[in-house]
């Protein structure tokens, strides 16, 4: 099974500023690595697939990148509405598809 | 609009059984892989099951001889029947597509099932 490792837990940020967010493979997973975020109550919402692709009506404010073991997905000029928990999926491998820990994206 | 409503949560005892149904709408249901994934209060998310357009199964280790899921393709709803249920089983049950090459891009608004005596 393929862990993914979530870095940091979590990231206090203020609006307008730049998010950088971590997802380690235990071991590859090519590009098959896809981001979700997640409010409060709410399901998950897929943000990037394929490491770098944005999933449709995903601002551009949005982008991923990595391949391989080590990605990043990369939130330029913070709204007050990303402020959340955010999960890296990897699909390369599977059964099982997994999920990393999460990153809690929190207002500073 | 893709819509996804899962229904058949609730308290059940260790041991017991529930069975949870997805109700999709607004896409040909048939043509889709449809995936289980749980979130334990508090916890991150969890892949459980997955079943594709011929009726093949796979699942986590977790609920493997304990989850069966399953599909209906004429009344586009998804199933998972639970059995032999217990207290970490406790979780938000969300019913999910499989859109290929992309990741789960669509996702009802969960269930939640309480494992507990």
């Known amino acids: 099974e393929i862990v993914l490792t979530q870095s940091p837990a979590t990231l206090s940020l203020s609006p307008g500023e730049r998010a950088t967010l971590s997802c380690r493979a235990s071991?590859?997973?090519?590009?098959?690595l896809a981001w979700y975020q997640q409010k409060p109550g709410q399901a998950p919402r897929l943000l990037i697939y394929?490491?770098?692709n944005r999933a449709t009506g995903i601002p551009a404010r949005f982008s991923g990148s990595g391949s391989g073991t080590d990605f990043t997905l990369t939130i330029t000029s913070l709204e007050p509405e990303d402020f959340a928990l955010y999960y890296c999926?990897?699909?390369?491998?599977?059964?099982?598809?997994?999920f990393g820990q999460g990153t809690k994206l929190e207002i500073k | 609009e893709v819509q996804l409503v899962e229904s058949g949560g609730g308290l059940v005892q260790p041991g017991g059984s529930l069975r949870l149904s997805c109700a999709a709408s607004?896409?040909?249901?048939?043509?889709?892989?449809m995936s289980w994934v749980r979130q334990a209060p508090g916890k991150g998310l969890e892949w459980v099951a997955n079943?594709?357009?011929?009726?093949?199964?796979y699942y986590v280790d977790s609920v493997k001889g304990r989850f069966t899921i399953s599909r209906d393709n004429a009344k586009n709803s998804l199933y998972l029947q639970m059995n032999s249920l217990r207290v970490e089983d406790t979780a938000v049950y969300y019913c999910?597509?499989?859109?290929?090459?992309?990741?789960?891009?669509?996702w009802g608004q969960g269930t939640l099932v309480t494992v507990s005596s």
């Open positions: 071991q590859s997973v090519s590009n098959y």
């Open positions: 999926q990897q699909r390369y491998n599977w059964p099982p598809y997994t």
């Open positions: 394929d490491a770098s």
């Open positions: 999910a597509r499989e859109y290929t090459g992309w990741g789960f891009d669509s």
């Open positions: 607004g896409f040909t249901f048939g043509t889709y892989w």
């Open positions: 079943i594709n357009q011929a009726g093949n199964k």
